[in-house]
């Protein structure tokens, strides 16, 4: 079993304020996915990274591959209430393309 | 996560009953995977479908548990005899093909066991 580590698992931040939630690995991925879970629901794609070293923005979310695609990171900057939720980092292992491996997740909260 | 149904959305059992979860996937989605997330804990990969077929169980217990995912209507986790150590939230997930990693999830079934 390929494990995948979150931290830290929990983050508490002012608005305005950046933070960085990492996903670690010592598996190798053939991709990393990165969603947000809000409570009762289910998770949602932010963004997939499939080349090690590649760097995906989306707004204010930037999102990070490993070089050797163990590990990825999500940085926040000026974070917003809106942005308050669960972070889960899932892996596609090599051989098994579908069968995501999850973090247990950063539950982020921005106060105003 | 647009388009994949799952229902019932709340599900409450008395220990020993069984529990039917239903996923519809994505319109034109042939890969269903089934995931449970306990209290605290990431989502477990539980079992892997395409029609008529089980790909991949590796995740579900042995006892108790199966999954179908027929040629016409929803795909189906069924939990014989529950016990408390069930009660988690389930999730299903649909792949439009082989080589595409990214799922697109289900609100979930969150059964109680009581």
């Known amino acids: 079993t390929q494990l995948l580590e979150q931290s830290p698992q929990f983050l508490s931040i002012q608005e305005g304020e950046n933070l960085t939630v990492y996903c670690n690995s010592s598996s190798v991925f053939s991709s990393l996915q990165w969603y947000r879970q809000e409570p009762g629901e289910g998770p949602v794609l932010l963004v997939t990274v499939v080349t090690g070293g590649e760097v995906k923005k989306l707004k204010r979310l930037t999102f990070q591959f490993g070089d050797a695609r163990k590990d990825s990171s999500l940085h926040i900057t000026a974070a917003q209430p809106g942005d308050t939720g669960l972070y889960l980092c899932?892996?596609?292992?090599?051989?098994?393309?579908?069968?995501?491996?999850f973090g247990a997740g950063t539950q982020v909260v921005v106060t105003p | 996560n647009a388009g994949v149904m799952q229902n019932p959305r709340h599900l409450v059992r008395r220990r020993g009953q069984e529990a039917r979860l239903r996923c519809s996937p994505v319109k034109g989605h042939s890969h269903v995977y089934w995931y449970r997330q306990l209290p605290e804990e990431g989502l477990k990969f539980m079992v892997y479908?395409?029609?008529?077929?089980?790909?991949?169980e590796s995740g579900m217990p042995k006892e108790r548990f199966s999954a179908e995912f027929p040629k016409e209507g929803p795909s189906i986790l069924r939990i014989q005899q529950v016990v408390r150590g069930d009660s988690a939230a389930y999730f299903c997930?649909?792949?439009?093909?082989?080589?595409?990693?990214?799922?697109?999830f289900g609100q979930g079934t969150r059964l109680t066991v009581v």
């Open positions: 899932a892996g596609a292992p090599t051989d098994s393309w579908g069968k995501l491996q």
């Open positions: 479908l395409q029609k008529e077929n089980i790909i991949d």
């Open positions: 997930a649909s792949l439009r093909g082989q080589g595409l990693t990214e799922a697109f």
